[in-house]
């Protein structure tokens, strides 16, 4: 069996470890690397992040990730930066470090690496942030102490300082095999194939064994209901599924593809959907999470489907029998069920680019505006010629068992004019059309109102109305 070898802090490391061992855990066994802390344990508040780079070509980029919902299997061949690595063992303090601390922004600190971690993920991106990029950066991190603005306060003082210490490290990657191999120990062994038709090969032979991208639904089950896992193929380093390839009329997202890389595109063919994705988890979610992850795992409330669904996405879903193209609105049959074959994997997410004329808005109605899971998601795609209406899809996300389109809404959009009578009759169709549950994020019927208020609100947001409040 092979040790999981990855770099820490410029220091490679060959692991002899269960695969499903998260990296948190073996962050806390190690105490050089206790400075990383564990709060909830899944995924939200920000408290074990570290800066990971995934192998790959080139220079690495260093992105905040939770490492309590990361295991150890998943980083193979990547580097990772953890609060202690920030220093150079010098004992001074990154500039980063040093101005939260003059600036009063930590209290009882144990929120306190977690931030810093994302600030220095910011920075070593993007030198000059503005406030907006800066509120993203620490979205995922939550402080019950300080107060956020004394941390928003040195945030903004260390904006142009502190990035050079992290590109010491970012020049030490290690060398990365790009074939299969399997990491782990006799308890717990990942596959990592290198190639979409060894992924497939693997697939095949072993149907029952989970896929794991990003892990950031499926590794929950670890952090807290303790799974434990003989096995998992990972996706992460299949390099045709690593790909975002443009073509004339769509965008081909491979399928391991994080949310964090698909954002520069989705901002420049959809800004709406970027606006989206930006509150989708934070980016400590988005830079670990991939869009077929949130595709495969067929949630209702998922925030990909029904934006992905109103543009006319489709999957490629691959197998040693070869490829097969599936439209992502017929791909969800039911609660957590799709068309897809135990021995298939979604390889590409097909998207088109933008027609003439088209207009897009997706809108996420949930409890809070960053770190959310949606109660409710409403996509509108129209072609607007001359001020009639032609073309429209309707998707929503959260009404219904799967995310879906509503064909009611669709015939209320197409031939008319932008008018609040208009948007009436649309909502209607939607009140017509879905009965959605009653749950902890929301009751029936507010989801129906919510649903049909969207419409409107579609309407008075191509209208030119200023709808751009805070949950949008
Ligand atoms: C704190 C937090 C916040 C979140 N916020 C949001 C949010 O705002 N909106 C939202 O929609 N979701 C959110 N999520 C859920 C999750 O982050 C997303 O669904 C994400 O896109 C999952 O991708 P992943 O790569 O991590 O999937 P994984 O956890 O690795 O896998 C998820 C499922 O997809 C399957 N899968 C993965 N890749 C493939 C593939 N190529 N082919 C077929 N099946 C595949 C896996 O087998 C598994 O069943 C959040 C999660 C956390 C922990
Ligand atoms: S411990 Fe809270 S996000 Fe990891
Ligand atoms: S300083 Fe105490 S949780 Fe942030």
């Keep these: 069996m092979n040790p999981v070898k990855f770099q820490i802090n410029g220091t490679v490391i060959e692991a002899n470890v ?8 073996w962050l806390r066994e190690n105490p050089q690397t206790r400075g990383t802390k564990e709060g909830c344990a899944e995924g939200d508040c920000g408290a074990c992040s570290i800066l990971v780079a995934r192998p790959g070509d080139g220079d690495p980029e260093f992105l905040a990730a939770n490492s309590c919902i990361m295991l150890m299997g998943q980083i193979e061949g ?17 500039p980063v470090q040093a101005i939260m601390a003059e600036n009063g922004s930590s209290q009882c600190g144990f929120c306190t690496p977690g931030i810093v971690m994302s600030l220095c993920g910011l920075l070593n991106r993007n030198g000059d942030p503005n406030e907006e990029e800066i509120h993203d950066a620490l979205a995922g991190n939550l402080c019950r102490c300080t107060g956020y603005r004394p941390i928003f306060e040195a945030a903004t003082k260390a904006a142009s300082n502190g990035v050079d210490r992290l590109q010491v490290l970012a020049s030490n990657s290690i060398d990365a095999k790009d074939t299969a191999i399997a990491v782990g120990n006799e308890g717990s062994i990942f596959f990592r194939p290198g190639s979409i038709a060894e992924l497939c090969e693997l697939k095949s032979e072993n149907q029952a064994v989970p896929l794991l991208a990003g892990g950031t639904d499926l590794c929950l089950d670890v952090a807290q209901a303790k799974s434990r ?13 690593l790909a975002i390839e443009e073509h004339d009329n769509h965008v081909n997202f491979g399928g391991a593809v994080t949310w964090e890389q698909a954002l520069p595109w989705l901002r420049a063919l959809y800004p709406s959907f970027a606006t989206l994705v930006r509150r989708f988890g934070s980016t400590q979610v988005r830079s670990m999470g991939t869009i077929a992850g949130n595709i495969g795992n067929a949630s209702p409330i998922g925030d990909g489907p029904p934006a992905l669904i ?72 129209v072609v607007v010629e001359d001020g009639i209406i032609k073309d429209a899809i ?3 996300g959260g009404m219904a068992a799967t995310s879906q389109r509503c064909p009611g809404a669709e015939n209320a959009l197409n031939g008319e004019q932008l008018t609040i009578e208009m948007a009436a009759k649309t909502a209607l169709a939607v009140d017509a059309h879905f009965s959605p549950l009653d749950d902890w994020r929301g009751t029936a019927k507010y989801r129906s109102k919510v649903a049909a208020n969207l419409c409107e609100r579609f309407v008075r947001d191509l209208g030119g109305e200023t709808v751009e409040v805070m949950d949008l």
């Design 394 to 396: 309707v998707a929503f």
């Design 229 to 241: 896992w003989p096995m998992a193929i990972l996706t992460g380093s299949v390099k045709e599924m």
């Design 78 to 94: 990547a580097s990772l930066i953890t609060v202690e690595g920030l220093t150079d063992n010098d004992r001074e303090p990154h």
């Design 310 to 381: 109103a543009l006319g996405a489709s999957l490629v879903l691959s197998s040693i029998e070869g490829e097969r193209e599936v439209l992502l609105e017929e791909f969800f049959t039911g609660y957590r069920a799709t068309v897809m074959r135990p021995d298939e994997v979604i390889s590409k997410i097909k998207l088109p680019k933008p027609q003439k004329n088209q207009q897009f808005r997706v809108y996420k109605i949930s409890k809070r505006y960053d770190q959310d899971i949606s109660t409710v998601c409403g996509a509108f795609s």
């Design 18 to 25: 269960r695969a499903d061992m998260t990296v948190l855990e």
